[in-house]
């Protein structure tokens, strides 16, 4: 299985700004995905990520509040602009692997919106 | 669309008990069914996964059969331990290559 890192693991920040999560994997994917997993909640993915195209985002997800970059095979990175306090979640990058499109997932960043 | 439906938590055992989560799904197709796991504090991992019916998945000692007569993937542990306090996740992938999780259950093992 890929081995995904995150940045950063967690951030407090202030309603209105913006931040960027990056996600690495150390080996080439075609397929990364954007996870958010609000408090005591399950999964809900936000937007798939190819390489070389536009994320496809999912319903109740925009561009304009979480833009999405695939640079290359390796890395991606999610923005969660204009934050509110209902933004605080967990976001997690996933990569699907495997022969049966089961994906594995990096260890989350933790955000916090004051 | 598709669906999975899990068990409701939080489940508390003593060390050594037997456990099952169930899970149940709705999907198009021939889904690959899955389950994931977060410890305290970490990200999620894949425990298990079966692709089509009648397989069973097997890691750490949980197993769960894919199956399809009753829609089916439920979880099971013979002896829990302390260390299998987490939360865990009924996933299925379908044509459409997205998962869809459960809402997971939380278990919590006491010594």
């Known amino acids: 299985s890929a081995v995904i890192s995150q940045k950063p693991s967690r951030d407090i920040c202030q309603r209105g700004t913006s931040l960027t999560i990056q996600c690495q994997v150390d080996s080439q994917v075609t397929m990364m995905f954007w996870y958010r997993q609000q408090p005591g909640q399950s999964l809900t993915l936000i937007a798939t990520?190819?390489?070389?195209?536009?994320?496809?985002?999912e319903s109740g997800f925009v561009i304009d509040k979480f833009p999405i970059s695939r640079p290359n095979l390796t890395f991606s990175t999610l923005t969660v602009s204009n934050m509110s306090p209902e933004d605080s979640s967990i976001y997690l990058c996933?990569?699907?692997?495997?022969?049966?499109?089961?994906?594995?997932f990096g260890p989350g960043t933790r955000l916090t919106v004051t | 669309g598709n669906s999975v439906t899990q068990m409701e938590g939080p489940v508390t055992l003593s060390e050594e008990a037997f456990l099952t989560i169930n899970c149940t799904y709705t999907a198009t197709g021939y889904p690959s069914l899955f389950w994931y796991v977060q410890y305290p504090g970490e990200g999620l991992q894949l425990l298990l996964k079966a692709t089509k019916a009648d397989d069973k998945g097997s890691n750490k000692g949980f197993e769960a059969t894919y199956r399809k007569e009753t829609t089916s993937f439920h979880l099971e542990k013979g002896s829990v331990q302390v260390s299998d306090s987490a939360v865990y996740f009924c996933?299925?992938?379908?044509?459409?290559?997205?998962?869809?999780f459960g809402a997971g259950t939380t278990v919590t093992v006491r010594a």
């Open positions: 996933a299925l992938i379908s044509n459409d290559y997205k998962l869809s």
């Open positions: 996933s990569v699907e692997g495997g022969d049966s499109y089961e994906q594995y």
């Open positions: 990520a190819n390489q070389g195209s536009e994320a496809t985002y």
